[in-house]
């Protein structure tokens, strides 16, 4: 079967939306196709708690924002991104509020912002401590709203359609029949999310397997600074679910297994009772989740039959506090935790979270690829360089979702030619593959499930918050190992409707080469900046490395230099 549309946007996230509203705006002529795995609202966006960051306070500035992100990336930012990310953040919030958004309001009347990681000023607006439901039910609801916007939910892309003239569309699978569709278009923008689920415990949903990194990313499209791999240092520990940034913000404190508040020996400021911006708790991120691997390594956190912990107190903020700014995360402690945070201490650890690294794009989105963008957080602009600030990641999929929108929109207006023959035949082909997949592996020796697991501990053990030259070489040789189990491992399952196994089995596919792309970058960065900590090279070395790594799918890697336009590399400084 073949369809025919315009553009195809992959992914019905917060980017994925924003971009397709984005290309019907600038041109309603055009048909849009969103492809998504899951129906859109349960894409991960909709989990995001704490809040989207943009200026609005009159204390504030875009260049304070600016120079927050510059310097919480580790100045591996692209700072003339940074600059128009800044500046269209508000408008992107404000046109939400438009639509509907619900955003929380001061007593006046004005929008609330509080406090978050690594930022010196409040500016991160939030709807209660359901921020990305209200974000993604207001986009949602504004897509639907345009005719030209057509939906396959539940469809799970496999491949991207290439020639030589560039990308002309997608195959998807339909969950629900097993029916196989190519899908042609004159450009396909990726909006597929992140890749947590490489790793053991992650905050991210199931869903989060990488895929559209690794579907650009053999479609020829480099990966960028892929060793960048974020740990948020509040997760509950069995489950990997965030316990959001925003109760550190409301006051909130991380104890050691003594119930000493340990951030303030390693230079993050001193305890206070109110919470002081960029100090202490408000530090960022990697310094955090570094803080507790330190502190761990002293004998002092607590161990669990899930690893060590430490505890996050909110005790002293009360019950009022806890149930008008943070209802969310009493209702996961007593779900997930069985714990109430009114009266007891919350177990968390470091758990991953966000991926800075991604498909390598321009300010607007677009890939090296003719025909190929990408946005939100499966794209690497980049804002957020070595280490991204809390609340920068829901502005960036709006200002970049409706960038990479407008940029396709103008790409096919431009477009002399269509596809060509050979894109048919890929897609025949591509049919073929998968039908081949469900019929062929009956009597493999491996199960998916062993070989999943097997990656997700290499890549905690080898390339976690701490790595080293032989840690990510071991990593190297077990995922190039589990590569070749791969392609003789067994589904059970061998039906078309709902076949799940068939889906776990190519998202390992993917993940597979996720992970090999995150330890071939990190082995050859031999220098610390942000959350990539190598212990054999302590050091941040700008002279060989203020550079982003491209890798290739061949496995080369080479550098990029950092656009410089404001602000030259200094050091980055908390507490003070
Ligand atoms: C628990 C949690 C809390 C967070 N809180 C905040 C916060 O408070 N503030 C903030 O700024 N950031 C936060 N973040 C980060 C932020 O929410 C995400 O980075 C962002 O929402 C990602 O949006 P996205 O549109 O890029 O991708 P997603 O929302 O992940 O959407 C990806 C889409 O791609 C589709 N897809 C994937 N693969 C395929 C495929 N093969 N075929 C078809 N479709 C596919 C999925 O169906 C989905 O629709 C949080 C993240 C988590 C995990």
């Given at each position: 079967m073949t369809a025919f549309h315009n553009i195809v946007v992959v992914g019905g996230g917060g980017a994925g939306l924003r971009a397709a509203t984005a290309i019907a705006e600038a041109n309603p002529l055009l048909s849009v196709a969103i492809v998504s795995k899951v129906y859109p609202m349960r894409s991960h966006t909709v989990s995001a708690e704490g809040g989207a960051a943009a200026v609005i306070a009159d204390d504030d500035s875009l260049d304070e924002h600016a120079y927050d992100t510059v310097s919480g990336g580790d100045w591996l930012v692209e700072q003339d991104a940074v600059e128009a990310f800044v500046r269209e953040a508000p408008t992107e919030l404000l046109r939400l509020e438009h639509q509907g958004c619900p955003w929380s309001r001061q007593p006046d009347g004005r929008i609330a912002v509080r406090a978050f990681g690594?930022?010196?000023?409040?500016r991160t607006w939030f709807a209660a401590d359901k921020t990305g439901f209200h974000l993604l039910h207001t986009l949602f609801q504004t897509a639907l709203s345009y005719q030209d916007i057509v939906r396959y939910d539940e469809w799970f892309v496999t491949k991207l359609l290439e020639d030589e003239g560039g990308v002309h569309g997608v195959v998807a699978v339909e969950l629900a029949t097993g029916r196989i569709e190519t899908i042609i278009a004159n450009a396909v923008i990726v909006c597929t999310g992140g890749c947590?689920?490489?790793?053991?415990?992650?905050?991210?949903?199931?869903?989060?397997?990488?895929d559209g990194m690794a579907l650009a990313h053999r479609a020829g499209a480099p990966l960028k600074d892929m060793e960048f791999v974020q740990y948020h240092p509040?997760?509950?520990?069995?489950?990997?679910i965030l316990i959001t940034e925003a109760t550190r913000a409301e006051g909130g404190w991380l104890l050691n297994k003594d119930g000493y508040r340990y951030l303030q020996d390693y230079d993050l400021g001193r305890p206070t009772a109110e919470p002081v911006l960029r100090s202490m708790e408000l530090g960022p991120r990697d310094r955090l989740s570094q803080a507790f691997m330190h502190e761990h390594a002293k004998g002092r956190t607590i161990e669990t039959p899930y690893g060590p912990i430490v505890h996050l107190d909110l005790?002293?903020?009360?019950a009022h506090v806890i149930d008008t700014k943070l209802p969310f995360v009493r209702e996961l402690c007593s779900k997930y935790q069985n714990i109430d945070p009114v009266k007891e201490l919350i177990p968390v650890r470091p758990v991953v979270h966000y991926m800075m690294g991604g498909i390598h794009t321009d300010i607007d989105g677009a890939?090296?690829?003719?025909g190929l963008y990408a946005a939100g957080?499966?794209?690497?602009?980049?804002?957020?360089?070595?280490n991204r600030l809390g609340s920068n990641s829901l502005p960036e999929l709006l200002v970049f979702g409706a960038r990479a929108g407008k940029a396709a929109a103008e790409y096919v207006r431009e477009l002399k030619t269509g596809p060509r023959s050979a894109v048919y035949a890929q897609g025949r082909d591509e049919e073929r593959r998968l039908r081949h997949e469900l019929g062929k592996r009956t009597e493999g020796t491996e199960r998916i499930a062993d070989i999943r697991t097997e990656m997700q501990t290499t890549m905690e053990e080898g390339a976690g918050i701490y790595r080293d030259g032989d840690s990510l070489d071991k990593a190297a040789v077990k995922l190039h190992e589990l590569r070749e189990r791969f392609d003789r491992a067994a589904i059970d399952d061998h039906s078309s409707e709902f076949n799940t196994e068939l889906i776990a089995l190519l998202e390992l596919d993917f993940m597979l080469d996720i992970a090999q792309s995150i330890v071939a970058c990190a082995g050859r960065r031999t220098e610390s900046r942000g959350a990539h900590q190598r212990t054999d090279f302590p050091k941040r070395d700008d002279e060989h490395f203020l550079a982003h790594s491209l890798v290739h799918h061949s496995g080369r890697v080479e550098y990029l230099p950092v656009t410089i336009t404001r602000w030259p590399p200094g050091e980055r400084v908390y507490g003070r």
């Amino acid at each position: 079967m073949t369809a025919f549309h315009n553009i195809v946007v992959v992914g019905g996230g917060g980017a994925g939306l924003r971009a397709a509203t984005a290309i019907a705006e600038a041109n309603p002529l055009l048909s849009v196709a969103i492809v998504s795995k899951v129906y859109p609202m349960r894409s991960h966006t909709v989990s995001a708690e704490g809040g989207a960051a943009a200026v609005i306070a009159d204390d504030d500035s875009l260049d304070e924002h600016a120079y927050d992100t510059v310097s919480g990336g580790d100045w591996l930012v692209e700072q003339d991104a940074v600059e128009a990310f800044v500046r269209e953040a508000p408008t992107e919030l404000l046109r939400l509020e438009h639509q509907g958004c619900p955003w929380s309001r001061q007593p006046d009347g004005r929008i609330a912002v509080r406090a978050f990681g690594g930022m010196k000023k409040k500016r991160t607006w939030f709807a209660a401590d359901k921020t990305g439901f209200h974000l993604l039910h207001t986009l949602f609801q504004t897509a639907l709203s345009y005719q030209d916007i057509v939906r396959y939910d539940e469809w799970f892309v496999t491949k991207l359609l290439e020639d030589e003239g560039g990308v002309h569309g997608v195959v998807a699978v339909e969950l629900a029949t097993g029916r196989i569709e190519t899908i042609i278009a004159n450009a396909v923008i990726v909006c597929t999310g992140g890749c947590g689920r490489v790793f053991p415990f992650t905050t991210n949903a199931n869903i989060k397997t990488g895929d559209g990194m690794a579907l650009a990313h053999r479609a020829g499209a480099p990966l960028k600074d892929m060793e960048f791999v974020q740990y948020h240092p509040t997760g509950l520990p069995f489950t990997g679910i965030l316990i959001t940034e925003a109760t550190r913000a409301e006051g909130g404190w991380l104890l050691n297994k003594d119930g000493y508040r340990y951030l303030q020996d390693y230079d993050l400021g001193r305890p206070t009772a109110e919470p002081v911006l960029r100090s202490m708790e408000l530090g960022p991120r990697d310094r955090l989740s570094q803080a507790f691997m330190h502190e761990h390594a002293k004998g002092r956190t607590i161990e669990t039959p899930y690893g060590p912990i430490v505890h996050l107190d909110l005790r002293h903020l009360g019950a009022h506090v806890i149930d008008t700014k943070l209802p969310f995360v009493r209702e996961l402690c007593s779900k997930y935790q069985n714990i109430d945070p009114v009266k007891e201490l919350i177990p968390v650890r470091p758990v991953v979270h966000y991926m800075m690294g991604g498909i390598h794009t321009d300010i607007d989105g677009a890939t090296p690829v003719g025909g190929l963008y990408a946005a939100g957080e499966v794209a690497c602009v980049s804002i957020n360089g070595a280490n991204r600030l809390g609340s920068n990641s829901l502005p960036e999929l709006l200002v970049f979702g409706a960038r990479a929108g407008k940029a396709a929109a103008e790409y096919v207006r431009e477009l002399k030619t269509g596809p060509r023959s050979a894109v048919y035949a890929q897609g025949r082909d591509e049919e073929r593959r998968l039908r081949h997949e469900l019929g062929k592996r009956t009597e493999g020796t491996e199960r998916i499930a062993d070989i999943r697991t097997e990656m997700q501990t290499t890549m905690e053990e080898g390339a976690g918050i701490y790595r080293d030259g032989d840690s990510l070489d071991k990593a190297a040789v077990k995922l190039h190992e589990l590569r070749e189990r791969f392609d003789r491992a067994a589904i059970d399952d061998h039906s078309s409707e709902f076949n799940t196994e068939l889906i776990a089995l190519l998202e390992l596919d993917f993940m597979l080469d996720i992970a090999q792309s995150i330890v071939a970058c990190a082995g050859r960065r031999t220098e610390s900046r942000g959350a990539h900590q190598r212990t054999d090279f302590p050091k941040r070395d700008d002279e060989h490395f203020l550079a982003h790594s491209l890798v290739h799918h061949s496995g080369r890697v080479e550098y990029l230099p950092v656009t410089i336009t404001r602000w030259p590399p200094g050091e980055r400084v908390y507490g003070r």
